[in-house]
Nanobody
């Protein structure tokens, strides 16, 4: 089990940028693939991005490709989500999650992720 704490959310104008951070506890952080998900008002929690344990494999939802970048710093037990060119439809609570499975099958499925942070609110105004 790994404990996760998100930070960096806030209010930003459309076209602006935010960087989210997710700090993880434990010395085994580097063995987990990590994902970002988001949940907008009245909607299901959706996949945003995933990064493998090594950082070599990245996956993005089509809605954020070219705008968001996921990264990790295993020495700091932290993953990041750099969000550029933000749109009002990006407004959501953003969650990070840890996945100990070695397979990337169904990487977008939130049910395969074992540990979740508390979420951080991102609001994009027009």
């Amino acid at each position: 089990q790994v404990q996760l704490v998100e930070s960096g959310g806030g209010l930003v104008q459309a076209g602006g940028s935010l960087r989210l951070s997710c700090a993880a506890s434990g010395r085994t952080f580097s063995i987990y693939a990590m994902g970002w998900f988001r949940q907008a008002p009245g909607k299901e929690r959706d996949f945003v991005a995933r990064i493998s344990s090594s950082g070599n494999s990245l996956y993005y939802a089509d809605s954020v490709k070219g705008r968001f970048t996921i990264s990790r710093d295993n020495a700091k037990n932290t993953i990041y989500l750099q969000m550029n060119s933000l749109k009002p439809e990006d407004t959501a609570v953003y969650y990070c999650a840890a996945d100990g499975q070695r397979s990337s099958a169904s990487y977008y499925n939130l049910q395969r992720y074992d540990d979740w942070g508390q979420g951080t609110q991102v609001t994009v105004s027009s």
